[in-house]
């Protein structure tokens, strides 16, 4: 087993942990632990909420989770030599959840506390516990399921420059501005309330948090992509912008559908992930390469037999929209989604399915005017009732009045 350059408590809270989590992206957080291009190592992590969210059946911690010290990431990590312009090569070894832990969350965020891609849809929190059975994950929330899981990273990166952090911070700024009081926001500035930069405290800290970037939305560095197939055994190139490339983690996902569309959408994990670290010099200006980018495992669940939903650029009032992939995105979901409430299934239940499972979208085409087409592939095999139409059906095989997610007590 590779050593651990970073453990966690999972009895401990965020700010009672040895060495301490960031929750900003900033280039001046202290190092917390050092390797050389070469080395394996261990990064154990707490979820993303850093423990707020219990193994029960109440939705009461998802409607009063604290985003403001999310994501709770794991690092940074000095890769010794490495410099501005080189690409930081990382493998994923292998990822897991903690021994004696093996479960994980998907949560509906409310509109008001994140929201999620259908929030005018489905605007109450609520919430599915999984359990883990090695690769298979099925919950008590959510009957009829069952499913091996791509499990990855939701979030990992490099500390920007300040150069770059500069300018994340005035083109998100520049968008919040178009509509500043809009709920869900469009964007999320600095804040110093729940800022958590590793041990930088006092001034210090306060000075940081001015300018440090919340770590919601996927940048150039990668950070919080949440793509589900940087998973165990891919590669991912990173470019590197400060001395140290001071690499990051967190967020590890069991399984999780393309889109996340939950918002918490993943199911989300303590866990811990196996790395090796290698060094490209000077790569990025040679490959030409400005954000970081990756290559695929070769290990994959076998889920070819899939029923696909399609979805074209046309609202639900029949509004003809211009090539736009979000909203064709969003009619694919929900004609899948009204498709499994034939088998009984809630809304609230399908949304969750599509959000967490192995749900490939593809965006079919963008050049045929006016509507843009996507698609949405869900694996036939992970039902234990066989869900493509017939003569005879559909048969309601779930009873969602007996076990829905969980709801708010
Ligand atoms: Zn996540």
């Known amino acids: 087993m590779p050593k651990s350059i970073i453990t966690v408590d999972m009895n401990k809270a965020p700010r009672d942990q040895d060495p301490l989590p960031h929750n900003r992206w900033h280039p001046d957080i202290p190092n917390v632990a050092s390797v050389k291009p070469g080395e394996e190592f261990r990064v154990e992590t707490m979820d993303w909420t850093g423990g707020q969210i219990k193994n029960d059946d109440s939705a009461n911690d998802i409607r009063d989770c604290d985003l403001t010290p999310c994501h ?24 897991g959840a903690h021994r004696g ?12 506390n994140g929201g999620g891609f259908l929030t005018d849809v489905y605007p109450e929190a609520r919430k599915a516990i999984w359990d883990f059975h090695g690769i298979y994950a099925t919950s008590r929330h959510i009957p009829g399921v069952r499913f091996a899981g791509i499990t990855h990273p939701g979030l990992i ?84 912008y400060v001395p140290g ?39 990025c200006e040679r490959y030409g390469i400005e954000q970081a980018m990756f290559k695929v495992s070769p290990v994959d669940p076998q889920y070819s037999d899939c029923l696909v939903f399609e979805g074209i650029g046309v609202g639900e009032d029949g509004k003809q929209y211009y090539n736009d992939v979000t909203i064709a995105y969003r009619r694919a979901c929900l004609n899948a989604i009204e498709y499994l409430k034939n088998f009984g299934y809630s809304g609230e239940q399908a949304y969750t399915i599509l959000s967490c499972a192995p749900v490939e979208g593809r965006v079919g085409g963008v050049v045929d005017i006016p509507n843009a087409c996507v ?9 234990e009732f066989d869900i493509k139409p017939n003569a005879q059906g559909p048969r309601k095989v779930v009873d969602s009045s007996a076990a829905d997610l969980a709801r708010c007590t």
């Open 245 to 283: 490339a001071k690499l990051s983690m967190g967020d590890y996902h069991f399984s999780q559908g393309d889109g996340e569309i939950t918002f918490c959408g993943a199911i989300e994990m303590a866990g811990w992930m196996d790395l090796h670290v290698d060094l490209i010099k000077g790569g």
């Open 101 to 112: 832990d093996e479960w994980g969350y998907t949560g509906i965020f409310s509109t008001e």
């Open 157 to 240: 990166g490099c500390a920007p420059s300040h150069s770059l952090l500069a300018e994340w911070n005035r083109r998100e700024a520049e968008l919040i501005a178009t509509d500043p009081d809009r709920v869900p926001p469009l964007a999320l500035p600095p804040l110093e309330t729940g800022i958590m930069l590793g041990s930088m405290s006092g001034a210090e800290l306060s000075k940081a948090a001015q300018e440090a970037a919340r770590t919601i939305p996927p940048r150039e560095h990668g950070g919080n992509c949440d793509i589900k197939n940087i998973s165990r055994g891919s590669r991912i190139y990173f470019p590197v």
């Open 375 to 383: 698609s949405i592939a869900i694996p036939c095999e992970m039902f």
């Open 72 to 95: 709770h990431l794991f690092g940074p990590i000095e890769v010794q030599g490495a410099e501005p312009g080189d690409i930081l090569v990382v493998d994923i070894l292998d990822i």
